[in-house]
């Protein structure tokens, strides 16, 4: 039998943890934007980044040919966004990024139609999709 509460038992998202192949490719595109290392394990490796309200990890793949992620054919993370407080922001963070060696643009910061945000969509240089968006 199961039961439902009204209240949540969780209180939002502690942290992501991504794995990448291009490890310090990816610790610099997350820098670019304003996180910094709150931490790691060396012998995984991995590393810990924060930019106050979230905290990534990334742990570098145990391969040197991983696997590619394809986000209409597998299970697993789609992409993940990440707010910024203005449109100038928005602006900024898609700027910052693109600048760093690998990162590939998917589109500039755009209006969604219909809705009051603002986004962006780049891939790091490990090939994750990464949203910027502001919530107008």
Request: aromatic share 10%; net charge negative.
């Amino acid at each position: 039998m199961s039961s439902t509460t009204t209240t949540p038992i969780t209180t939002g998202v502690s942290h992501v943890g991504l794995t990448v192949s291009k490890y310090e490719k990816s610790i610099a595109f997350f820098e670019s934007i304003g996180f910094k290392q709150v931490g790691g394990d060396k012998s995984y490796p991995s590393t810990f980044l924060s930019d106050g309200s979230v905290m990534i990890t990334l742990w570098k793949t145990q391969t040197d040919t991983p696997e590619e992620f394809d986000r209409k054919t597998n299970v697993g993370l789609h992409h993940l966004a990440l707010k910024v407080p203005s449109l100038e922001a928005l602006q900024k963070a898609y700027d910052t990024a693109t600048a760093v060696e690998g990162v590939v643009s998917e589109f500039a910061p755009q209006a969604i139609a219909g809705m009051p945000l603002h986004h962006a969509m780049v891939y790091d240089p490990s090939g994750i999709r990464i949203e910027f968006t502001f919530h107008a």
